[in-house]
Structure formats: structure tokens, C-alpha cells
């Protein structure tokens, strides 16, 4: 089993990167999703979010109001703090069971926007990193995502920078080009990871 990291700076196309990596045939665990799947309604980890941030968090389903807690969070690191203390321990539960279910042979490929800044480099055989020029990934997240671009700079300035994640790296997928050139970076990223397995 080969333990890829991936991971970039928000906006820098990483899920696509992802996305075209499983395609391929690589076991993806995506820890955004999993940090989703966490705080649905009625787990311990949404129990333990309304207790540290108030029941104003909730949407009127019941769910998480993601965009309200994204929104308090960026803006006051020690908020951050808090809400990572709760969601972290039990994303890294999920991801190590997700693991334990893949094949002995299997390209894991572990999606997480936050290895550099959480120093997770070492858990992986290799670490890729999805990279693209800050005014781009600016474009892509309030033409793409819809967010301002206050909230956006708010979140990439959260982030570690693109010069401490590309310390971590063993690998760099340029994503400033097309689509076209990104399949072509990622075919020869798989040809690699596949004759590391």
C-alpha cells in the first residue's frame, strides 16, 4: 500500500486533482468529506459542536449552517482552534478505518487541505501538492464557489502559504494552465505512484 498526501491551498484545484486520481484507480479518503460526515445530525461530533458554539449554529433541518461557523472561525483563530479540537480526533478516526478497508496493494490517496498546516507530512509515503497563483485561486472561488472576496482571502490567509506547503512536498501538480495540461500532469503523477506501490 502506497499512502499518498495531498493536498493545496484552497482554490488550487485540488478535489479535480483528486477527482482524476481515483479515476485512475486510487482509494481516495477525502477528509473534507469525512470532516462533513462527522457533524451530521444526530453524531456526537455536531452534539459536541452546538455545545461549544451555541444552538445558533444550526440550520433549521437540524444540520450544521457551515457557511455561519465558517464564518465565525475565520475570522478568530482561537474559534478555529476550538472547532478543529472537536472535528480533527474524529476525522482521523474515519480516515484510519477507511484505510484499514483498502486493499493491501491499493494507491490510498488521503485529500486533506490542511497537511502542511497541521504538520501531517510524515504519515505519508509521498506528498502532493496542488498549487496554482494566489490571484487565480481568488477567481476560482468567487466565480466558482460564490464567495466574496473578503471570505475568500479570510480562508486562504488561514492557510499555510504556498511556500511552506511545497517544503512538504515530494511532488507538485502545477494548476495554473487548462484542464488539459492538469490531466497531463496527473497521468504522469499515477504512472509514478503506481510503480511505487
Given at each position: 500500500m502506497l499512502k499518498v498526501g495531498l493536498t493545496g491551498g484552497i482554490g488550487s484545484g485540488k478535489s479535480e486533482v483528486s477527482a482524476l486520481l481515483r479515476a485512475r484507480g486510487?482509494?481516495?479518503?477525502?477528509?473534507?468529506?469525512?470532516?462533513?460526515?462527522?457533524?451530521?445530525?444526530?453524531?456526537?461530533?455536531?452534539?459536541?459542536?452546538v455545545a461549544e458554539f451555541g444552538e445558533d449554529v444550526l440550520l433549521?433541518?437540524?444540520?450544521?449552517?457551515?457557511?455561519?461557523?465558517?464564518?465565525?472561525?475565520?475570522?478568530?483563530?482561537?474559534?478555529?482552534?476550538?472547532?478543529?479540537?472537536?472535528?480533527?480526533?474524529?476525522?482521523?478516526?474515519r480516515m484510519e478505518e477507511l484505510m484499514d478497508a483498502a486493499p493491501?496493494?491499493?494507491?490510498?490517496?488521503?485529500?486533506?487541505?490542511?497537511?502542511?498546516?497541521?504538520?501531517?507530512?510524515?504519515?505519508?509515503?509521498?506528498?502532493?501538492?496542488?498549487?496554482?497563483?494566489?490571484?487565480?485561486?481568488?477567481?476560482?472561488?468567487v466565480a466558482r464557489r460564490g464567495m466574496t472576496e473578503e471570505d475568500a482571502r479570510a480562508r486562504m490567509a488561514n492557510q499555510a502559504s504556498p511556500e511552506e506547503r511545497r517544503a512538504v512536498a515530494t511532488r507538485v501538480i502545477d494548476n495554473s494552465g487548462t484542464l488539459d495540461d492538469l490531466k497531463k500532469q496527473v497521468d504522469a503523477l499515477w504512472e509514478a505512484l503506481t510503480r511505487s506501490a
Open positions: 486510487a482509494v481516495v479518503i477525502d477528509a473534507d468529506r469525512i470532516a462533513r460526515e462527522v457533524v451530521e445530525p444526530g453524531t456526537p461530533g455536531l452534539a459536541a459542536v433549521p433541518s437540524g444540520g450544521l449552517d457551515r457557511e455561519k461557523v465558517g464564518r465565525v472561525v475565520f475570522a478568530d483563530p482561537e474559534r478555529l482552534a476550538a472547532l478543529n479540537a472537536i472535528v480533527h480526533p474524529l476525522v482521523g478516526e493491501a496493494d491499493a494507491v490510498v490517496v488521503y485529500d486533506v487541505p490542511l497537511l502542511a498546516e497541521n504538520g501531517l507530512a510524515s504519515m505519508y509515503d509521498e506528498v502532493v501538492v496542488v498549487d496554482a497563483p494566489e490571484e487565480a485561486r481568488l477567481d476560482r472561488l
